[in-house]
């Protein structure tokens, strides 16, 4: 097992791995931006370092001064967290390169799966079905010939990277050309890869997705689904688990072929299946996060398993200790991404408590928004034994939580657990496009 872990890493995910850490009894080297001087992971974190400018670029992604500071202090081992570098074979080979444990894939399955593209061709032959679509392609000539072939409507969406970002829904070739330059400028943009691709859009659907840990021993376990059709500009809002749209045999059958489809292509780590579930009771294989999720937190509620911890001891060679049968997912959890609307200063915080109420967080009063980060303030999850009683939880919790100084969706997020048809389960992706 390490003995130090730098976070490669800011906000309420900073201080979710330092706390895991804190736990298992390793130290902990935080780095930050001069935006993030007076942040909560870096006065929780034994170590703390500054490694740039408030720009991304200039620190969190800044790939030679993480190195060059996980050295200096003689960690072990990197935690990328979610999104930087967490999905980047070149700086988790700079790890290996200089004898630092990445704590996540190798390099070599991050290049293959990270590009959906050429994941999908892996998946065709493990049983689960792929949604339609392209390679990457090179030109908007290509894209026109995929898209006919294909059939409109269609998805456009970026080879690398995830949270929404490089993505399209073309309804037309009028609109394909557009489209085609945005989205792939975007993708260049937020993961330095403007390859794009295509894919049959598949409507009305779910978003549903499966949480599997795999060891390099062989063993693989599903910690089931979670339901993520909340949102808005392909962003999540609400996560909740189990989905109200998966029946019992389905999520059975479904989770047996993740784990197999896991096993075949040989992934080692935390890592999200991600599918989309059509009306018929379908699911179509849409992408891999070969990562640690934003909503890790409400299968963490639902079975009790720390993916966080066991994401550090797969990392470590350690062999996961439990089975596909000894996993409980009795009750209901659910997950609301508490956003700022806009910069501000934190007057006043005052968060929700009880049984089963839980607030992933970096906030601390005092705290100043600024513009160079993700909007993402914390997350709200709450489980009980039945989703009627989740609903109510998360309602008295949403109502009970407090941030002055910063404006916040929280009210949006009240409205959304309050509406007829999403208490009803009976809800898709159209859900906040009708609202």
Known sequence: MFSKILIANRGEIAVRIIRACKEMGVVTVAVYSQADKNALHVALADESYCIGGPEASESYLNENQIISTAL???AQAVHPGYGFLSENAHFARLCRKNGLVFIG???EHMERLSDKAV???????????????TRAMASVEEAQRGAAALGYPVMLKACAGGGGRGIRLI??????????FQASGEALSAFGDGS????????????VELQILADEHGNAVCLGDRDCSIQRRNQKLLEETPSPGVGEEQRKKIMELAVDAVRTIGYVGAGTLEFLLDQDGNFWF?????????????????????????????????????AQEEIRMNGSAMECRINAGSCGTLRMLHVPGGPSVRFDTCLIEGTVISPYYDALLGKLIVFAKTREETL????????EL??????????????????????????DLTFMEDR
């Open 72 to 74: 200096l202090s003689g």
């Open 105 to 107: 894939p190798d390099p």
């Open 119 to 133: 994941l999908k061709e892996l998946i065709r032959g493990t049983g689960l079905s792929v949604i339609p679509g």
């Open 171 to 180: 309804r037309s070739e009028d609109e394909l050309e557009e489209a085609y």
């Open 196 to 207: 794009v691709y295509l894919e049959k859009y598949i409507f009305p659907a779910r978003h």
């Open 286 to 322: 849409m992408e891999m996060n070969v990562r640690l999720q934003v909503e890790h937190c409400v299968t963490e509620m639902l079975t009790g398993v720390d993916l966080v911890k066991w994401q550090i001891r797969i990392a470590a060679g350690i062999s996961l200790n439990f």
């Open 392 to 399: 109510r939880k998360m309602r008295a919790s949403l109502c």
């Open 402 to 427: 407090v941030i002055d100084g910063i404006p916040t969706n929280i009210e949006e997020q009240l409205q959304i657990v309050e509406d007829e048809r999403f208490s009803s389960g009976k809800y």
